[in-house]
């Protein structure tokens, strides 16, 4: 996972600073050769600091580029979500998350702003390498730059896998540097970046302490608002450091009700019936699969959970509206089979996050 200023959690859990602004590889098959995905990162508008602007993914002779506010280009051309190109990949957009799924087994969500994350199955496990790790299950050798050596430093690791030509635009790019932004912020913006953090190790999150420490997310959290400064970026960077945490919650199978009245709101689509949820069914009820059994449902859903707008429970979905399914307009079936039990491609509310 890469997030905020930005971080890189390996597959096999260590926490990175690194600051570059150019293309990096953030994992690729090493050894088969069967995906590459690569970030760019940009300057977030402090000298020395940077975070994620767009997410390549490479497979074959196929680019996908995830950009900016969810849009996706395929081999350089726009295309509308969902998208499938078969047998190969898979594109669909969750609320504000864009999840692409790909034919390896690979696994791509990307928020649209500055957070992705990157899950390959067991079986490319010691044949990974990049800003993620080589996913052997150790993580005191995850800084191996491309010919396989340890390298010294988190800024000498990052820049070993920088892109030569990188899939992200033209323009000059700056090598990551050990920065400490609190330092360079001074004791009084550490001391607030302290106390608003706080709010990772407090009772909200207290239920994933165990089996997520929170402790390095924490560090993420204070060197952003640090590098972020005063205001509303600060309050966004923070946004950004409490979801990172809140998504590896949900992974392990802890949803936190974390958000607040004032604390990173998310808004929903009220006036069609929709409501927030941080961890809603990752395929939803819709009046295409009303009639299917909860649990076949969920079995043919290989989507991960994500926050998002749902329906509220006994309503289900229908042209971006939560309506009662008796309310359902005839569903018609050609031939004899059955409906599929795998649902249809959501049409995402207007106003959705």
């Excluded at 669909?92 to 999840?99: A, H, N, S, Y």
Aim: with cysteine; aromatic share 8%; charged share 20%.
């Amino acid at each position: 996972m890469a997030f905020g200023d930005p971080h890189y959690r390996t597959f096999d859990g260590r926490l990175l600073h690194f600051q570059g602004s150019c293309s990096y590889v953030l994992a690729k098959d090493c050894r088969g050769g069967d995906f590459s995905v690569h970030v760019t990162n940009d300057d977030r508008g402090r000298s020395g600091v940077a975070w994620t602007q767009e997410v390549t993914v490479v497979l074959g002779d196929v680019a996908v580029q995830l950009l900016q506010g969810g849009k996706v280009t395929v081999d350089g051309r726009p295309e509308a979500l969902p998208f499938l190109k078969e047998r190969l990949l898979y594109v669909e957009l969750r609320g504000r998350t864009v999840i692409l799924h790909a034919q390896p087994g690979l696994q791509v969500l990307w928020d649209g702003r500055s957070q992705v994350e990157v899950n390959v199955p067991g079986s490319y496990r010691g044949q990974i390498c990049g800003l993620c790790g080589n996913f052997n299950g150790f993580a005191q050798d995850d800084l191996q730059g491309p010919e396989g050596l340890l390298l010294p430093t988190e800024a000498a690791f990052g820049n070993s896998w920088q892109v030569p030509e990188g899939p992200g635009p033209g323009r000059p790019c700056s090598k990551g540097h050990e920065v400490d932004p609190c330092r360079t912020a001074g004791y009084r913006a550490r001391r607030e970046a302290n106390a608003r953090c706080g709010v990772l190790k407090s009772s909200p999150f207290s239920r994933c302490h165990a089996v997520v420490p929170p402790e390095p997310f924490f560090a993420a959290c204070v060197y952003d608002l640090c590098a972020c400064g005063p205001g509303s970026s600060a309050d966004a960077c923070l946004c950004d450091a409490l979801e990172a945490y809140a998504s590896h919650c949900r992974q392990a199978g802890v949803t936190p009700a974390w958000r607040g009245p004032t604390l990173c709101v998310v808004g929903c689509p009220l006036d069609r019936g929709f409501v927030f949820d941080e961890c809603g069914p990752p395929c939803p009820r819709t009046c295409f699969n009303q009639h299917v059994p909860l649990g076949e449902l969920a079995a043919h859903c290989v989507r991960p959970c994500v926050p998002g707008c749902q329906c509220p429970a006994g309503l289900v979905e229908h042209d971006a509206h939560c309506i009662p399914p008796e309310a359902c307009p005839p569903v018609l079936l050609t031939g004899t089979q059955p409906p599929s039990t795998v649902p249809s491609p959501r049409r995402e509310p207007p106003g959705a996050p």
